[in-house]
């Protein structure tokens, strides 16, 4: 290949150079290979007329055709859609980045999917520390953050970074925020093949196709294996590469040897003598591991070595340490020594004497981050990791070490984890990590930068310890490294859903409209059906089907009847007139938060017989253990135990140890009056049903969720005491926490909000606590979302006095430092600055006189949509400054203040405004609109007023339609006066979105001037 192309280039596809200048300063002066192909040969960049996709239903009076006629030619244009596959490291994720920054310069709303909430975090502080600072608006929006949730329903952010099931949310239950909505990243598209995310990604991607054809979807996926399935299925280009900028030299270690080819040269194998064959025992895999890890931190290399479960890489990174001389990671430690003390530090601080580490789940965000910080720094050398860590997460080391021969799905032991054999997808990916590519290089100054002309290399090593693995490596992974075009057989996924039938069903009919028999006969066909083909898609009630789901075909009929008898009886759906079934409010909640039936079924009756005003925290968490999602949630526990409970020899061991416990809790609490507590313990004779497998895991989990959260005990004692890392304990109480926020959700929908909000304040409040075991009066810091501010230093600064951040802010980094980590201190400075920064962009938006502001204050909201702006606003417990204009704001000047009019508008010319002396064109919905808003300048004018004086005759009006004419101004305007930076900020503090509220014209009465056709014209 040629010479890179600089991403200075990028100018040609209309890139400011504010933007490209990020880039080059973040990434470097050059695009990695895949990314050149995406932007020259995919058209990630390119932005035309075409690109800009109001909803045909919304179109106003006269563009309709013409809007009509664009949407339908998108639509049979499945080709703006990409879908790229490489290898992890490759340089996606910028692709991704790249197509965000181009739409958002023309004034498009772009979607940044991501699984994990900590994937999330982390691509929105990214984000937001590139951009920020360019007037960009970044939000974020997940499980448990939901502050700025009413910015993406009110269309108020440039980029949303979301998690898929929190955008599954969205599309269920406020479907029209996707109509502004012009490019929607998914990334970590790989997780399509796994069992769990792969149905939820399905149905994303379904319902953004079906819904709203004007969309574009980049998909951003690591090497997965059956990839032709994915490319038969997903509506798109393909943009596979099997690239990496960094030559690597993938090969197998025997006797000493390293044998190995490269891309370049794959028939001709190369050596490279790692030990003396006399080293090692022949059918010894410490021995080679041992040697192998010695010469390459001889060399002073980095090796990342994977195993198959967190337990392996423990051990092994224990036993390197015990057996290697290399040097300590001085830095690390001495930051470990400050760190909260768990189970995993004082593992941690034994390996990092010699600079080595373990990289898995049972570590803390903060275990994580150190050893992340500290492998850049060059101090850490060998890292002992497991495969499901690699997703995502941005460290490269010179070599990796395949040290497993079959992979875990799943690291929690309940349910029981499954296993497959290591496939080629997974280890081109493991691969990927090896390879340091020299940034710096491609940072300097020069004319031209040649991947292919580099010198680098990285390393992807299998240890054949014994002649059958010796075969077994070059027969099969060996061969197929060697063979790019290895056959992908699209092989269908398949999902057993026996014990999952109701919810199945339920999301069906949510899916889609159709009658029971047709319904019956979709479930029963077993086709594998792409979404790439047309004329189907075309159809509304088309649903693709990337995944099949098995069930116990007998009765299948009698069965579908059965279950939509109990769907039916229990008004989860209903039939129309015409025979099709749709689902009702609470069909759809229960979709939409992705719980079983069962579960809903189980909370809903709670909620019926729990008396008013009485719930404890013990009984909630009881409760959401008992429910079937509680019951699916895992935690791990030994095979021991396991086997155990099968001999049935620990009849009356460990269920009765919990049990006794709980019933404790239960009588120092004076609970026992409580129908739960009766029913399922109190009650029960001990011998018989207490003891049960199950129910030793569902007290276990109770008991210590009730201890995480109740702060009393240190973390390390609960660790201790429950035999798991802390690590798991966050992922229980994540798990929980989506649980309790369900249950506030069916709690509300049966109207607790109005009748009992004491009680459901405090099943929200505990679905807070639960993420990070935080205690009421941590909240207010918890909720600052600072990466690393655990509940172990909260606890810290409370006792310090330190109590939310108001405190955070007067304190020095002095002060601070002799409580908190110093990396920790310089987070929570950067938070308070940027806090600042934003206080100071709200204190511009929201100026609002103060009896205008309490006239406004409660708007009451009639769409479906407020349920969530409530939700978010009474869930947060945000920072009053945030939610309502402050009295401090209130009296501030308008920061847009001119003697010059800017705004002209007249009722004999409904055809056009005047902006800055510039006639600007609009339609007559969008004229009646800003002639409303001129009347009440200054005023917030409420959705409801607005959707009344505008389109009272209208029945199935929604204010999305208010925000989609005004984002429709405000892009004429701009196409007027100059698409510039100022400019857009400038419309945006004219034509105020105030967010769950309404708009406001903000002008002062010397900018606005409205010539009215007749002295007595009506008020609207
Ligand atoms: N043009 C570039 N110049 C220099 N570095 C780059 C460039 N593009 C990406 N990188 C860096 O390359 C590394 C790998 O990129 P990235 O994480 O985007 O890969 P990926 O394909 O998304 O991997 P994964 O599958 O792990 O998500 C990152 O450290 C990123 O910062
Ligand atoms: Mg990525």
């Known amino acids: 290949m040629s010479e890179s192309m600089k991403i200075e280039k990028l100018k040609y596809y209309g890139i400011p150079s504010y933007i490209l200048n990020i880039w080059e300063k973040h990434y470097s002066r050059y695009l990695l290979p895949l990314q050149e192909d995406a932007v020259k040969k995919y058209g990630v960049l390119d932005y035309g007329e075409n690109e800009i996709h109001p909803h045909p239903a919304l179109s106003p009076q006269g563009r309709g055709k013409e809007i009509a006629a664009l949407s339908s030619k998108a639509r049979n244009d499945k080709n703006r859609n990409l879908l790229v596959i490489a290898p992890t490291s490759s340089g996606k994720t910028f692709i991704g980045e790249m197509a965000a920054i181009a739409q958002v310069i023309h004034l498009q709303k772009i979607i940044y999917l991501v699984p994990l909430k900590a994937l999330a975090d982390e691509k929105y502080r990214h984000f937001k520390n590139l951009y920020s600072h360019c007037g960009m608006d970044i939000v974020i929006s997940t499980r448990d953050r939901s502050e700025e949730d009413h910015h993406i329903i009110s269309g108020d952010y440039d980029v949303a970074v979301m998690?898929?099931?929190?955008?599954?949310?969205?599309?269920?239950?406020?479907?029209?925020?996707l109509d502004i909505v012009s490019l929607v990243i998914i990334d970590e598209m790989q997780l399509i093949n796994d069992s769990k995310w792969g149905p939820l990604l399905e149905s994303i991607v379904n319902h953004i196709d079906r819904k709203n054809k004007n969309i574009k979807i980049i998909a951003l996926s690591a090497f997965i294996e059956g990839q032709d399935a994915l490319i038969k299925w997903f509506p798109a280009r393909t943009l596979i590469s099997y690239q990496r900028p960094v030559e690597l030299r993938k090969g197998i270690v025997r006797d000493g040897i390293f044998k190995y080819i490269t891309s370049k040269e794959k028939e001709n194998y190369k050596k490279e003598v790692f030990f003396k064959p006399e080293a090692v025992r022949e059918n010894c895999f410490e021995d080679y591991l041992l040697e192998t890890v010695r010469y390459l931190v001889k060399q002073g290399e980095s090796t990342l070595i994977f195993f198959a479960t967190c337990a392996e890489t423990q051990k092994w990174a224990k036993w390197l340490a015990s057996q290697l001389e290399s040097p300590a990671a001085s830095c690390a430690l001495k930051e470990l020594k400050e760190m909260e003390n768990t189970l995993s530090r004082d593992e941690l601080r034994e390996t990092l004497e010699k600079g080595i580490a373990h990289y898995n789940q049972n570590l803390s965000w903060e275990e994580r981050n150190l050893i992340?910080?500290?492998?850049?720094?060059?101090?850490?050398?060998?890292?002992?990791?497991?495969?499901?860590?690699?997703?995502?997460?941005?460290?490269?080391?010179?070599?990796?070490?395949?040290?497993?021969?079959?992979?875990?799905?799943?690291?929690?032991?309940?349910?029981?984890?499954y296993q497959t054999s290591l496939t080629f997808a997974a280890i081109e990916n493991m691969g990927g990590r090896a390879g340091i590519l020299n940034v710096e290089e491609m940072r300097k100054d020069g004319?031209?930068?040649?991947?292919?002309?580099?010198?680098?290399?990285?390393?992807?090593?299998?240890?054949?310890?014994?002649?059958?693995?010796?075969?077994?490596?070059?027969?099969?992974?060996?061969?197929?490294?060697?063979?790019?075009?290895?056959?992908?057989?699209?092989?269908?996924?398949?999902?057993?859903?026996?014990?999952?039938?109701?919810?199945?069903l339920l999301?069906?009919?949510?899916?889609?409209?159709?009658?029971?028999?047709?319904?019956?006969?979709?479930?029963?066909?077993?086709?594998?059906?792409?979404?790439?083909?047309?004329?189907?898609?075309?159809?509304?009630?088309?649903?693709?089907?990337?995944?099949?789901?098995?069930?116990?075909?007998?009765?299948?009929?009698?069965?579908?009847?059965?279950?939509?008898?109990?769907?039916?009886?229990?008004?989860?759906?209903?039939?129309?007139?015409?025979?099709?079934?749709?689902?009702?409010?609470?069909?759809?909640?229960i979709a939409a938060k992705r719980i079983k039936v069962e579960t809903?079924?189980?909370?809903?009756?709670?909620?019926?017989?729990?008396?008013?005003?009485?719930?404890?925290?013990?009984?909630?968490?009881?409760?959401?253990?008992?429910?079937?999602?509680?019951?699916?949630?895992?935690?791990?526990?030994?095979?021991?135990?396991?086997?155990?409970?099968?001999?049935?020899?620990?009849?009356?061991?460990?269920?009765?140890?919990?049990?006794?416990?709980?019933?404790?809790?239960?009588?120092?609490?004076?609970d026992e009056d409580k129908k739960l507590f009766r029913d399922k313990i109190l009650m029960k004779k001990e011998k018989e049903e207490t003891t049960s497998l199950e129910n030793y895991i569902t007290f276990k989990k109770t008991h210590l969720?009730?201890?995480?959260?109740?702060?009393?005990?240190?973390?390390?004692?609960?660790?201790?005491?429950?035999?798991?890392?802390?690590?798991?304990?966050?992922?229980?109480?994540?798990?929980?926490?989506?649980?309790?926020?369900?249950?506030?959700?069916?709690?509300?929908?049966?109207?607790?909000?109005?009748?009992?909000?004491?009680?459901?304040?405090?099943?929200?409040?505990?679905?807070?606590?639960?993420?990070?075991?935080?205690?009421?009066?941590?909240?207010?810091?918890?909720?600052?979302?600072?990466?690393?501010?655990?509940?172990?230093?909260?606890?810290?600064?409370?006792?310090?006095?330190?109590?939310?951040?108001?405190?955070?802010?007067?304190?020095?980094?002095?002060?601070?430092?002799?409580?908190?980590?110093?990396?920790?201190?310089?987070?929570?400075?950067?938070?308070?600055?940027?806090?600042?920064?934003?206080?100071?962009?709200?204190?511009?938006?929201?100026?609002?006189?103060?009896?205008?502001?309490?006239?406004?204050?409660?708007?009451?909201?009639?769409?479906?949509?407020?349920?969530?702006?409530?939700?978010?606003?009474?869930?947060?417990?945000?920072?009053?400054?945030?939610?309502?204009?402050?009295?401090?704001?209130?009296?501030?000047?308008?920061?847009?203040?001119?003697?010059?009019?800017?705004?002209?508008?007249?009722?004999?010319?409904p055809d056009r405004i005047i902006f800055l002396g510039k006639k600007i064109e609009v339609t007559s919905t969008e004229f009646s609109l800003i002639y409303f808003l001129a009347q009440h300048n200054s005023q917030v004018m409420s959705y409801d007023t607005l959707l009344d004086e505008l389109w009272k005759d209208e029945k199935d009006v929604i204010y999305r339609r208010v925000n989609y004419h005004i984002f429709n101004i405000k892009k004429a305007i701009l196409k007027t006066i100059g698409e510039t930076k100022t400019n857009t900020e400038r419309i945006k503090k004219i034509l105020v979105v105030v967010p769950g509220r309404g708009i406001m014209l903000n002008l002062t009465d010397n900018e606005l001037i409205i010539n009215r056709q007749h002295a007595h014209a009506p008020a609207s």
Not at 378 to 395: D, H
């Open 600 to 670: 809903f079924l189980f909370l809903k009756s709670w909620l019926r017989y729990c008396k008013n005003g009485d719930i404890s925290i013990l009984e909630i968490l009881f409760l959401l253990a008992l429910s079937p999602d509680g019951k699916a949630l895992p935690i791990p526990f030994s095979q021991a135990i396991r086997d155990d409970y099968k001999k049935g020899i620990y009849q009356y061991g460990y269920g009765k140890n919990y049990w006794n416990k709980l019933l404790r809790l239960i009588f120092e609490q004076d």
């Open 507 to 589: 999301r069906l009919v949510v899916n889609v409209e159709l009658k029971q028999e047709e319904l019956k006969s979709h479930i029963k066909k077993e086709e594998f059906i792409s979404l790439k083909n047309q004329s189907k898609s075309d159809d509304k009630n088309f649903l693709s089907s990337y995944w099949q789901f098995a069930f116990n075909k007998a009765n299948i009929d009698k069965k579908i009847e059965n279950c939509l008898n109990i769907l039916k009886g229990k008004r989860l759906i209903r039939i129309n007139r015409n025979g099709v079934l749709s689902p009702t409010g609470s069909g759809i909640l």
């Open 372 to 417: 992340e910080t500290y492998l850049k720094e060059g101090e850490i050398k060998v890292i002992c990791a497991t495969n499901i860590m690699a997703m995502g997460v941005n460290l490269h080391f010179k070599n990796v070490i395949i040290a497993l021969d079959k992979i875990y799905i799943d690291e929690g032991n309940y349910p029981p984890n």
């Open 447 to 504: 004319n031209s930068f040649n991947f292919q002309n580099r010198k680098e290399f990285g390393r992807v090593i299998f240890l054949a310890h014994s002649l059958v693995f010796q075969t077994v490596y070059e027969n099969i992974y060996f061969n197929f490294l060697k063979d790019n075009n290895y056959n992908h057989k699209a092989n269908k996924q398949l999902i057993n859903i026996d014990n999952d039938f109701l919810t199945y």
């Open 705 to 909: 969720l009730y201890d995480w959260i109740m702060g009393k005990k240190s973390v390390k004692t609960i660790e201790q005491e429950y035999g798991l890392y802390r690590g798991c304990i966050y992922r229980l109480g994540e798990g929980f926490s989506w649980l309790a926020d369900s249950l506030s959700a069916i709690a509300e929908s049966v109207g607790w909000e109005k009748k009992i909000n004491k009680d459901l304040s405090k099943i929200r409040m505990l679905s807070n606590r639960l993420v990070g075991g935080v205690q009421e009066e941590g909240l207010n810091l918890a909720l600052l979302y600072i990466p690393g501010l655990s509940l172990y230093y909260i606890r810290r600064l409370i006792e310090a006095g330190y109590r939310d951040e108001n405190f955070l802010r007067d304190a020095s980094e002095v002060e601070l430092g002799k409580l908190l980590p110093k990396r920790l201190v310089q987070r929570i400075q950067k938070k308070m600055k940027e806090e600042n920064n934003h206080q100071k962009m709200l204190k511009e938006k929201w100026i609002v006189q103060d009896e205008k502001l309490k006239a406004f204050k409660k708007v009451p909201e009639k769409s479906g949509i407020s349920g969530i702006i409530c939700e978010t606003c009474n869930r947060r417990n945000v920072n009053p400054q945030k939610m309502n204009i402050s009295e401090g704001q209130s009296a501030t000047a308008s920061p847009v203040a001119s003697l010059e009019p800017l705004l002209e508008i007249s009722q004999r010319r």
């Open 163 to 177: 998690a898929y099931e929190k955008f599954n949310y969205f599309c269920l239950r406020c479907p029209h925020f």
